[in-house]
């Protein structure tokens, strides 16, 4: 199906989703790679979908068609690829560096480096949002979570970059290249904070791998990588498209600079409306399942569209519309079910940081709305610069 990877759908997907929602809801297609998968796209059959247990995430149930991008083993136990027992295992460990009070311990830390981010970046002149604000503060932030030398944070950047927004000119080993150097680092770093430990998330899990034994090693690298990666692109671009959003819709963006006291309901609402990862983690039937009116086969690959379910009329009242006060706001941004973010309240406490410190400034686009260039990218839907000028 072509029309989920072309220029238009990356420059605006909705309707796409809309016409794959009226036209029963689920479809094979044939991803970039070639290979098949079913798109699920309305409300009610994702949010299904996402708590399933005959849906798994493990890519042994995979059927001999799949051809996913294949992470080495040290990288790839991690929670995105794990059913019960083992996810419940390791979501119980990592889960309780991420209870409300610990995360809201963090928020002046937060503040403080949103507005020192902001405060470092010129008035009148037009700057690029995405490289000097959105994607340099959930790198600060979660690199201090986990304990991550300052010096080797944009290293992380341009791997993640290598990843999700291949250049057309680099090579074809570019993107093997880049998770081999993303392990090595780990590895070194999980050395590290082994010989002089901290009092940050990744020295704690290795307390728990060395004297309560309750991890493998490779666990604890994946451990490492995959709060590297969650922490951090959804957020850089949470912040982008939230800005843009807000941008496009002028009169939403007064009554929020009228009221602040609507930013946390204003958050969900961005979070609804634009959301980064348009599906979440590819799913393998473990039996003959009816999603839609449709059967699934074991092992067939499905992907659960939650942007798609964002914008189901069914669930929501003109979805299409940026809609500060919409209340309730029961969107699937961070998943539902066992695989439900445990980071989201992190996620929540950066995005009013970021954007607090956003309205405190003032903020307008620089150039010509249709200048702006979206990631070439079907999973991923983010901005790759945003020229702004900021008061």
Do not use: C
């Amino acid at each position: 199906m072509s029309e989920l990877f072309g220029r238009a759908f990356h420059a605006d997907p909705y309707p796409t989703y809309a016409r794959l929602r009226a036209d029963g809801g689920i479809r094979q297609v044939s991803t970039p790679d070639g290979a098949a998968a079913w798109v699920v796209t309305r409300y009610d059959d994702v949010r299904a979908g996402l708590a399933d247990p005959v849906l798994s995430v493990d890519r042994s149930n995979a059927g001999a068609g799949y051809r996913g991008f294949a992470l080495p083993p040290a990288l790839d136990a991690n929670l995105l690829n794990l059913d019960p027992p083992d996810h419940t295992r390791l979501r119980t460990l990592i889960a309780g560096e991420f209870t409300p009070r610990r995360v809201q311990a963090l928020a002046p830390a937060i503040t403080a480096a949103a507005e020192e981010l902001l405060a470092a970046l010129p008035s009148g002149l037009p700057v690029d949002l995405i490289a000097g604000f959105a994607a340099p503060l959930p790198l600060r932030v979660i690199g201090d979570l986990l304990g991550v030398p300052p010096a080797d944070r944009t290293r992380f950047r341009g791997w993640t970059t290598t990843l999700l927004t291949p250049s057309p000119d680099q090579p074809p080993t570019a993107a093997r290249d880049a998770v081999v150097a993303m392990h090595a680092f780990l590895v070194d770093l999980v050395a590290a904070k082994r010989a002089d430990p901290g009092p940050d998330l990744l020295s704690g899990l290795i307390a728990v791998r060395d004297d309560e034994d309750r991890l493998s090693e490779a666990e604890l690298v994946s451990m490492a990588f995959l709060a590297l990666w969650a922490g951090y692109e959804n957020l850089v671009h949470l912040i982008g498209n939230g800005v843009h959003a807000l941008l496009s819709a002028p009169d939403q963006l007064s009554d929020l600079r009228a009221d602040e006291s609507l930013l946390p309901r204003a958050i969900e609402e961005l979070t609804r409306y634009d959301q980064p990862l348009q599906w979440a983690i590819r799913r393998f039937p473990t039996r003959e399942l009816d999603i839609a009116g449709v059967e699934v086969p074991a092992g067939d690959t499905v992907l659960l569209g939650i942007a798609s379910a964002n914008h189901d009329d069914a669930v929501f009242d003109n979805p299409d519309s940026l809609q500060l006060r919409r209340d309730p706001n029961p969107h699937l941004s961070y998943g539902h079910g066992i695989h439900r973010s445990f980071g989201s309240r992190l996620s929540q406490v950066e995005a009013t940081a970021a954007f607090t410190a956003l309205l405190a400034r003032g903020f307008a686009l620089a150039v010509a709305p249709d200048a702006l260039r979206w990631q070439p990218s079907f999973r991923n839907r983010g901005l790759l610069e945003l020229p702004i000028l900021l008061g």
